[in-house]
């Protein structure tokens, strides 16, 4: 299996338990946050408390690892390219031909890829604790349409059997001496094409017997269905809600009434 | 209505839109309560659209001309709708792949009773005893893509055993399956039958073991039947299902041939163990050099 | 009986395997040193469960997999260091889904696909594309989109698109999924003419039946091992290696197996033979 990896990692931890519509807002709410506060310090001291947050959900090396990669790439862009294209402001640190390097462009460009790696890892502490069948579920509680969730859900689930189909059109491609990096931009396009409309008539073909199959297990039968698996606030969910509430006003208080810079 | 009748068909023809030809042509037949139903045919035989009829998915989802009756326990399928009629029928499709859609094995099989109403508690027994019944229990928070094809095949028939149908149809089950995925999806129909007396229509390219399970056998070509009758009768011509594209079970060629040598009409197996016995018992010790 | 070790010339040998190991990058060992060589000509089955790696050694023969330990020698060159488009000159790769290829406009385009890509000159293009459907039984089709057709049919057209790149080497995975009867006889009398024509054949199956009537040589896999090497009558009397290896005898091997003890000989393919030895042991033929 190449291409899709699921995130999720089971556990029994606190971020486990809590339940999802919880945690969906809580990382709505860290977004915010996040978007809101423009000091690097405030920015680094929520990185540790978030930080602090995967450490709690036991999130695996591996995975951590995985997910910082690409963080970590898009993060050294940023700092690379805000300064080249915000130069803003005095001191200018360097001027290289047209372009002009200044300090605050600098820390502009460190305080937003900070920024970035806020929102990524509090998005991915969210996937690392929840089960992608708990999200949907918790969406759908949320008050998205079930036949939404259900397609979303769905989707999820066939993105592996899809990536498996893709590997094996290449594979099945090249068996047929077709090179995808060589040629003239027609026959490169031609061999694009010789992967995506088989993958599109897969898709179409599964799609077919999926609506059958869906109509054969009652999809549809009743206006209210019923879940096996209810989701059930407990107590320490909503002190869990509190804390984020209070999390997200304080700052926002402080920022927007008491006009203190965070 | 005679309550023991599970399924009947009575002169039902099927044309799709825009075909030229029938897909199903004068076609008669009865499933009774409890019967194991095996329609055999070749690929365009008219098998999948027999099934789809059953639970209504043929002519409501797959439209075109339908003339006859099909009634599923006394309702006419005509005028049900496909969802109301999957809580009385059961539906396995073909492609393991392609006919499981949830994120774990547990939500695969709780599918159906949810979108029945079914209340929480009640669906967790009909999960545990579906999954029971088709040797999976235990694998509830399995994905069903990490499961081999033989398995997911049985975790489509405990999806569809938890909506608690009368009849079970299952529409070529074992296609993509390898000799062990067969064996362990033909084990589970075999029990069904056995232990829990289910109803059961089974659509089937090869003989061998519709011959051992079968109470009934259709023989199928061009959307007419060609045949119909207790397996004895339907598969003791071999060179008859060879004729219309079926595989015969190679037990019953065996019969068949040693009929035929020792023109002695009476030999009759479709088991191995029982071919065995014949055998045996009744040929090897008639000739003049018997083994000793 | 074919000796799975070869004493002739090497050139005879066109694929030769030694100690082949391929671990997939998730970590799965799906082989675990396969030795293997097979001549030029031979009919090959190989068989296995799912999982015994039967599939993985025909991708890494293609090159599509590269080994992660061992030899893979195909016409006496390592596939290693080779591009894949120059080993589909020598072996052809008929895929179980055609649905994963086809996506020509027609069948007379999509034949015409692997030839071009390998650059084969244009003036016998058409000869060779005809050769190929033909050897297909397509000709009647040529012109048609290949999704119109039948599953069969589409099968076929799948084969005859490796066929027109006259690989010496043709490897057919499970070529009679979803086909009937009539369907996989017909293909399988195809692939037996393209055999007799000299082209070496290894079939990829699961289908005990099918073996059991067209393969010459039987290999069968289990757990990324070669367990067996041998003509089908060979295999199929060694019912505990077919059992542990996850493949089912047909009844008619079980059957023969059953009587063995009563001096039935066990070397049975099909209920003709297996009547003709009970006909025999009974001492009708003396």
């Given at each position: 299996m190449t291409g899709f990896v699921d995130l999720y990692t089971e556990g029994d931890t606190v971020l486990h338990r809590m339940d999802p519509r919880v945690k969906i807002f809580a990382v709505l709410m860290l977004t915010l946050l996040i978007l809101m506060i423009s000091s690097l310090v405030h920015l680094l001291i929520l990185l540790a408390f978030i930080a602090l947050l995967v450490a709690l959900g036991r999130a695996p090396f591996s995975k951590v690892s995985l997910a910082l990669r690409f963080v970590l790439r898009v993060m050294i862009m940023i700092v690379i390219l805000w300064p080249i294209f915000d130069p803003s402001g005095t001191p200018v640190l360097a001027t290289l031909g047209p372009v002009r390097i200044t300090e605050p462009g600098v820390m502009r460009g460190i305080t937003n890829a900070v920024r970035i790696c806020c929102l990524a890892t509090v998005w991915y502490v969210l996937m690392f604790t929840t089960p992608q069948r708990d999200l949907v579920r918790a969406l759908v509680k949320l008050g998205v349409r079930f036949d939404f969730g259900l397609t979303l859900s769905i989707a999820l689930r066939f993105l592996p059997t899809f990536s498996a189909t893709v590997e094996s059109i290449k594979d099945a491609q090249r068996a047929r001496g077709m090179e995808f990096d060589k040629g003239s931009p027609l026959r490169r396009s031609r061999n694009y094409i010789s992967v995506l409309i088989p993958t599109i008539i897969s898709a179409l073909r599964t799609a077919d017997t999926l609506s059958l199959a869906l109509q054969s297990r009652a999809y549809g039968a009743r206006r209210h269905r019923t879940y096996l698996r209810e989701l059930k606030m407990r107590a320490s969910d909503g002190v869990a809600l509190a804390v984020v509430v209070a999390a997200f006003v304080m700052p926002a208080v402080a920022k927007f009434f008491l006009k203190v810079p965070v | 209505m005679d309550p023991g009748i599970a399924l009947s068909l009575r002169d039902v023809r099927f044309r799709h839109r825009n075909a030229k030809g029938w897909a199903l042509d004068d076609v008669s037949l009865q499933v009774r309560r409890g019967q194991f139903v095996s329609v055999l045919g070749a690929n365009g035989a008219g098998k999948s659209t027999l099934c789809m009829l059953v639970n209504g998915l043929v002519p409501h989802t797959v439209p075109g001309d339908l003339e006859g009756v099909v009634e599923v326990f006394g309702a006419d399928v005509a005028e049900d709708s496909v969802a109301k009629l999957s809580s009385r029928v059961g539906m396995v499709f073909q492609e393991p792949e392609s006919q499981l859609f949830c994120m774990t094995v547990e939500e695969e099989v709780a599918f159906g009773p949810e979108n029945l109403g079914v209340p929480a508690?009640?669906?967790?027994?009909?999960?545990?005893?579906?999954?029971?019944?088709?040797?999976?229990?235990?694998?509830?928070?399995?994905?069903p893509f990490s499961l081999s094809g033989g398995q997911k095949q049985r975790v489509a028939i405990a999806a569809a055993l938890s909506m608690r149908p009368d009849i079970l149809v299952l529409d070529e089950p074992a296609y993509a399956l390898d000799p062990i995925g067969r064996v362990e999806l033909y084990k589970v129909l075999r029990e069904l039958k056995e232990k829990h007396g289910m109803t059961v229509l089974l659509a089937e390219r090869d003989a061998e073991e519709a011959s051992l399970y079968s109470d009934h056998i259709v023989l199928m070509e061009n959307g007419k039947v060609a045949a119909q009758g207790p397996p004895k009768e339907v598969l003791a011509d071999p060179e008859r299902l060879v004729s219309l594209g079926i595989s015969p079970p190679q037990m019953s060629e065996v019969a068949s041939l040693l009929r035929s040598r020792l023109r002695s009409p009476d030999i009759d197996f479709t088991r191995v163990e029982d071919a065995e016995r014949t055998i045996i018992e009744r040929v090897l010790p008639a000739g003049r050099g018997a083994a000793r | 009986m074919i000796p799975a070790a070869d004493s002739r010339a090497a050139d005879d040998k066109i694929i030769s395997i030694h100690d082949l190991k391929f671990i997939y990058p998730g970590g799965v060992q799906a082989l675990s040193g396969v030795s293997l060589d097979i001549r030029r000509g031979e009919y090959v089955a190989i068989v296995g469960g799912n999982g015994s790696g039967k599939t993985t050694l025909a991708k890494n023969i293609m090159g599509l997999l590269r080994p992660t330990s061992g030899t893979v020698l195909v016409n006496g060159t390592a596939v290693a260091g080779q591009r894949i488009a120059s080993i589909a000159h020598i072996v052809g790769y008929a895929f179980q889904n055609p649905d994963h290829q086809l996506f020509c406009s027609t069948v007379w385009e999509e034949v015409r696909f692997g030839p071009q890509n390998l650059g084969y000159p244009a003036d016998d293009m058409d000869a060779r594309v005809e050769h190929a459907l033909r050897s297909m039984d397509l000709m009647s089709v040529k012109a048609r989109p290949p999704f119109s057709l039948t599953l069969s049919e589409r099968r076929r057209v799948s084969i005859a698109s490796v066929i027109a790149m006259d690989p010496e080497v043709l490897i057919f995975d499970e070529p009679t999924t979803g086909l009937d009867m009539r369907e996989s006889e017909a293909l399988m009398a195809s692939i037996a003419r393209l055999n007799s024509e000299g082209k070496t054949v290894i079939l990829i199956t699961h289908d005990m039946k099918l073996v059991a009537k067209h393969a010459k040589r039987v290999v069968v896999m289990s757990e990324g091992k070669v367990i067996l090497d041998s003509d089908p009558a060979g295999v199929f009397s060694d019912l505990e290696v077919l059992l542990a290896s996850k493949l089912m005898p047909p009844p008619v091997v079980r059957l023969a197996y059953r009587l063995s003890t009563r001096g039935v000989p066990r070397d049975v393919l099909s209920p003709e033979e297996l009547v003709l030895r009970i006909m025999m042991a009974r001492g009708d033929f003396r």
């Open positions: - | 508690d009640e669906i967790k027994g009909r999960v545990e005893w579906a999954l029971e019944l088709v040797g999976m229990a235990g694998y509830n928070d399995r994905s | -």
